[in-house]
T-cell receptor
């Protein structure tokens, strides 16, 4: 069964550094998402992306964050000037369509900011 | 505003016992409802979904859930729990007319004793 794959599985970064989290969505999916889960808290929506542009973003997704689909297969989340509070599990998801299609999640990237 | 409540933070059952995990939602229209499972160190796996139609939906791994509009609930059930079902279970609501994002509950951690 097709899967969403995320790399790396664990990223350790010094505070203030930039980090790029990578995702390969399911190949025929058109909608892409990033969520995060701070340890012990609920999964929170960050951003959705369709047709090479952001379709929706949450209050968390400020100027520090950006997303990109640099080619036909990858979907990336960039965090500039990381802060301690950015430490979390970041999940990528994709769906075939908006209507009547569920979001399929990857295994996540655990980001640790030191 | 949309919200999801999972009243039980932690549930412990014996292997072979029946299971019901509660989920209540707040939503202005007929919601799309989902249950995801997260095993330790893993991503979010879709168990089942409700979009419309039959209010009793079947999922993977022997799970089912029932949508009850009058109670704003979407409880997850399994008649006989296996030790491998130990995980965290998340209920989510999504897909209003103008948003793709999923709103997650805080999760219920299931522990299974032999």
């Amino acid at each position: 069964e097709p899967e969403v794959t995320q790399t790396p599985s664990h990223q350790v970064t010094q505070m203030g550094q930039e980090v790029i989290l990578r995702c390969v969505p399911i190949s025929n999916h058109l909608y892409f998402y990033w969520y995060r889960q701070i340890l012990g808290q609920k999964v929170e929506f960050l951003v959705s992306f369709y047709n090479n542009e952001i379709s929706e973003k949450s209050e968390i997704f400020d100027d520090q964050f950006s997303v990109e689909r640099p080619d036909g297969s990858n979907f990336t989340l960039k965090i500039r000037s990381t802060k301690l509070e950015d430490s979390a599990m970041y999940f990528c998801a994709s769906s075939l369509d908006r209507a009547n299609q569920p979001q399929h999640f990857g295994d996540g990237t655990r980001l640790s900011i030191l | 505003a949309q919200s999801v409540t999972q009243p039980d933070i932690h549930i412990t059952v014996s292997e072979g016992a029946s299971l019901e995990l509660r989920c209540n939602y707040s939503y202005g229209a007929t919601p799309y409802l989902f249950w995801y499972v997260q095993s330790p160190g893993q991503g979010l796996q879709l168990l089942l979904k409700y979009f419309s139609g039959d209010t009793l939906v079947q999922g993977i791994k022997g799970f089912e859930a029932e949508f009850k509009r009058s109670q704003s609930s979407f409880n997850l059930r399994k008649p006989s729990v296996h030790w491998s079902d130990a995980a965290e279970y998340f209920c989510a609501v999504g897909r209003s007319y103008n948003t793709d994002k999923l709103i997650f509950g805080t999760g219920t951690r299931l522990q299974v004793f032999p």
